[in-house]
């Protein structure tokens, strides 16, 4: 997959910018989420430098015959409508695992949002593990990942650092991305 798509990414004029190593274990908080294009960039971009992460992605998504081709990429199906701790079941996973990478949009969604979800701050929390600060800016034609961020419990303190990495990024539908 690595030389597709660093073939597709040059063909379409984007680049990617890794600026970290990758650690064993990490939550990749992945902003401005604005357009399903993310993931298919963000895929694209993580396979051109031999990266593999997982991600979350609604249940509703996991019918025949796309649950074959999510299960391939890495989705993890999160089913939004029962009472359980996906934080925890995340944790655990980290636990569980020598090697995991989890790709979270803060947003949740691809709509203008006020405020961000927490819950990729407490799986890193949780499992002890940094986030990495990607983004995907469809101005610059650039997706990459410029630092490790190792949460230290300070909540609003850690928010406001991370979103800080964000300014200036520019989604694809500008207009629904808010710090």
């Not at 694209?44 to 649950?67: C, G």
């Not at 409508?81 to 969604?109: C, W, Y």
Request: one cysteine or more.
């Amino acid at each position: 997959m690595t030389n597709i798509s660093k073939l597709i990414l040059k063909a379409a004029g984007w680049k990617t910018v890794v600026a970290v190593e990758e650690p064993s274990k990490s939550v990749i908080c992945v902003a401005p989420h604005t357009s399903n294009w993310d993931l298919i960039m963000g895929k694209l971009a993580y396979w051109s430098v031999e990266r593999k992460a997982s991600f979350l992605i609604k249940k509703s998504w996991f019918f025949f015959p796309m649950n074959l081709f999510f299960n391939a990429i890495g989705g993890v199906a999160v089913d939004r409508t029962k009472k359980n701790s996906v934080t925890q079941q995340m944790v655990d996973e980290f636990n569980a695992r020598e090697s995991f990478h989890l790709a979270i949009t803060p947003e949740g969604t691809r709509k203008l949002v006020d405020d961000w979800k927490m819950g990729f701050y407490y799986i890193a929390l949780g499992a002890n593990v940094p986030i990495q600060i990607a983004y995907i800016d469809f101005a610059k034609k650039e997706v990459g990942i410029k630092a490790l961020f190792y949460p230290t419990g300070d909540e609003k303190t850690d928010i406001e650092t991370i979103k800080s990495y964000y300014k200036g990024i520019t989604g694809k539908f500008p207009e629904r991305f808010n710090l």
